[in-house]
């Protein structure tokens, strides 16, 4: 949206019901009535309903489904995160686009969001998911003062911070668990992705993209056959719609105080609240290496915890305990669902 743009929208909107005559607009924006008028035509091409007409007096009646800049960053109370936002209609992955920002100097906290994603990215490869309109599809520039051991956490954290975001938008913390390393699952099913990636020179991070998918308004009826039985949204499991603005709002100021905590803490500021929600505690597990239709099972036995670094501790039959710090982790079919 062009500053002047926003400008007008931001008098409306500090005006609230009472309407704003082209005059006062002109007046207090410093611009003639009929840049006023391009103005408000341009907000209603965007999807804002506005009241009135040239030589009457203008009101916001209705603002549009639509991730803006301008309707997410009022309701923050962030310091760094998505203070520099980038908005798109659609895009192939916004894990791309915030990869190319940060090799050109992006700062700590930009935020690119798009409404769909025409080659959305999970871990391991993996495709997400991303008809436009419904969810939540984010990647942010993080530049924390890390090693490379040490960042793989990130990805922990950010599940803690969209585990308690999905938690306060159902009401149903007991319904929410975390499916390790990053899986957030909303009553047995999984309901978003996280994925992170890094630029490093020798062991010291550059920089790091975190991508976050959330499947908000999307019906389960639409998912694809291959995700349907395992996914679900927050508005299947609600059964009512979402307010993508106020959830993408509530989820930074989430993700900022989260990654704060990690940044002073590491992991282990946070391991207790990541290992209240991990439901495979105790549970038999299978580690798979690679991915496809036929990916190998390496590694079987019982998840018992999460290390200090975030590894899973799985401990094999014969008692002997091993470390995964990668790989893809399910529950084994012998434990059912």
């Known amino acids: 949206m062009k500053e002047a743009t926003a400008r007008v929208l931001e008098a409306l909107r500090r005006a609230g019901a009472r309407a704003l005559s082209g005059e006062e607009l002109s007046a207090q924006l410093g611009v003639s009535r009929a840049q006023i008028w391009k103005h408000v035509e341009a907000l209603r091409g965007l999807g804002y309903g506005i009241d009135g007409a040239a030589g009457d007096g203008y009101r916001i009646v209705a603002a549009p489904d639509r991730l803006y ?6 309701r923050l109370h962030t310091r760094w995160l998505a203070r520099r936002f980038e908005w798109l209609e659609t895009t192939d992955s916004t894990n791309r686009v915030a990869t190319e920002l940060a090799r050109g100097g992006a700062p700590h906290g930009t935020t690119v969001v798009a409404e769909g994603q025409t080659a959305g990215r999970g871990r391991l490869g993996r495709s997400f998911f991303s008809p436009p309109g419904l969810n939540l599809y984010s990647s942010t520039v993080l530049r924390p003062s890390l090693d490379t051991a040490r960042a793989p956490t990130t990805i922990l954290a950010a599940a803690v911070a969209v585990a308690d975001t999905i ?12 499916k390790w390393p990053n899986d957030v699952l909303l009553g047995g099913r999984k309901t978003s992705g996280i994925l992170m990636e890094m630029g490093a020179e020798a062991t010291q991070v550059r920089f790091l993209v975190l991508g976050i998918g959330i499947n908000l308004n999307v019906s389960r009826e639409s998912f694809p056959d291959e995700f349907r039985a395992l996914a679900t949204s927050l508005s299947s499991h609600l059964g009512r719609p979402i307010d993508r603005v106020a959830f993408a709002a509530r989820l930074y100021d989430t993700l900022e105080a989260v990654l704060d905590l990690h940044a002073d803490g590491g992991f282990e500021a946070l391991r207790p609240r990541f290992e209240a929600r ?15 239709e036929a990916p190998a099972a390496v590694l079987e036995g019982r998840a018992v915890g999460i290390d200090g670094d975030g590894a899973l501790w799985i401990e094999r039959d014969d008692g002997t305990r091993e470390r995964v710090v990668a790989g893809d982790v399910t529950i084994a079919k012998s434990e059912g669902p």
Do not use: K, S, Y
């Open 69 to 74: 800049a301008e309707e997410i960053q009022p």
């Open 167 to 178: 938690a306060h938008t159902v009401g149903d913390d007991a319904a929410i668990a975390i």
């Open 278 to 292: 991990f439901h495979m505690r105790g549970r038999r597990v299978r580690v798979l290496d690679g991915v496809g």
